[in-house]
């Protein structure tokens, strides 16, 4: 006999979620790392914008900053063993503070020190306001890392903000 599933039939696929700090409610445990490191540019959460709950992270370039690349990353990583051909879907959400602004998320393989995949996608804001930006990276190999990178284009009195991280993996 044959059977034919309609989509509405299709049994439901469980996903595993990586991120243990999706909504950095309490702390910035996880984000700690820095990505583009520069002494003029600040990393906090912050508590007076959230996308959703009560908390954020900001990323705020201070007086003498122009055109820095900066932002923050998992530490550690989330992701420590991938799985070979595993399609890895991550996404944040991410609030502009200026028309123009670029904010991107990265998402990168690593075999050791040496980088497998580099997977980036990049906003350039139409409009100030919470977006999401999201991708995915099919896993080389089995064992790798994963790094979750988050980072805006940023000068003197330029921020954004970012919240509800996400990366997943069917499990």
């Known amino acids: 006999e044959i059977y034919t599933l309609s989509l509405h039939d299709a049994l439901p696929i469980s996903f595993k979620q990586w991120v243990a700090n999706p909504g950095v409610e309490n702390d910035l445990t996880g984000w700690t ?3 583009g490191p520069n002494a003029k540019v600040t990393v906090t959460r912050d508590t007076t914008v959230a ?5 954020s992270i900001k990323v705020a ?3 003498g900053a ?3 690349s900066s932002g923050f990353n998992d530490n550690p990583r989330w992701v420590l063993k991938t799985t070979a051909k595993t399609v890895y879907s991550q996404s944040v959400w991410v609030d502009p ?3 123009g602004q670029q904010i991107t998320m990265k998402l990168r393989e690593w075999k050791g020190s040496t980088l497998v ?9 139409a409009k100030v306001g919470w977006q999401q930006l999201s991708q995915t ?3 080389t190999n089995s064992g790798d890392q994963l790094s979750f990178a988050v980072y805006g284009t940023m000068s003197a009195g330029q921020s954004f903000y970012a919240d509800d991280f996400s ?3 069917p499990s």
Do not use: M, Q
């Open 117 to 125: 995949v580099d997977k980036t996608v990049t906003l350039k804001a």
């Open 51 to 55: 996308h959703t709950g009560t908390a």
């Open 66 to 68: 122009k055109n820095l």
């Open 167 to 169: 990366l997943t993996s």
């Open 61 to 63: 370039g201070l007086t």
């Open 97 to 99: 503070t200026f028309v």
């Open 33 to 35: 790392g820095k990505y």
């Open 137 to 139: 990276l099919t896993a």
